[in-house]
């Protein structure tokens, strides 16, 4: 996972920029959202993945119940 900061001059607005949304960078934004009361920030992320993260430690399990939204770590919403 990698991140950039870009802060627009204009607004007051702080752009985060996430590469990669694994279980780290969904953990990043998880902190970002809880401590940003002031929603100083907006997060942008990039990643290959056609889905939002999933939980890679317990992939075998997958293969016994086949179900994406029980590997999901979050609402595909999200």
């Given at each position: 996972?990698?991140?950039a900061?870009d802060?627009n001059?204009?607004?007051s607005?702080v752009?985060?920029v996430?590469i990669?949304?694994?279980?780290v ?7 970002i959202l809880?401590?940003?009361?002031a929603?100083k ?9 056609p889905?939002?993260a ?6 075998t399990q997958y293969?016994s119940?086949r179900?994406?939204d029980?590997?999901l770590m ?5």
């Amino acid at each position: 996972m990698g991140s950039a900061v870009d802060q627009n001059a204009s607004t007051s607005s702080v752009r985060i920029v996430i590469i990669g949304l694994g279980m780290v960078g969904l953990s990043f934004i998880e902190k970002i959202l809880e401590y940003d009361t002031a929603k100083k920030y907006t997060i942008t992320t990039i990643c290959e993945e056609p889905f939002v993260a999933y939980n890679r430690v317990g992939l075998t399990q997958y293969f016994s119940h086949r179900s994406i939204d029980q590997q999901l770590m979050k609402p595909e919403q999200w």
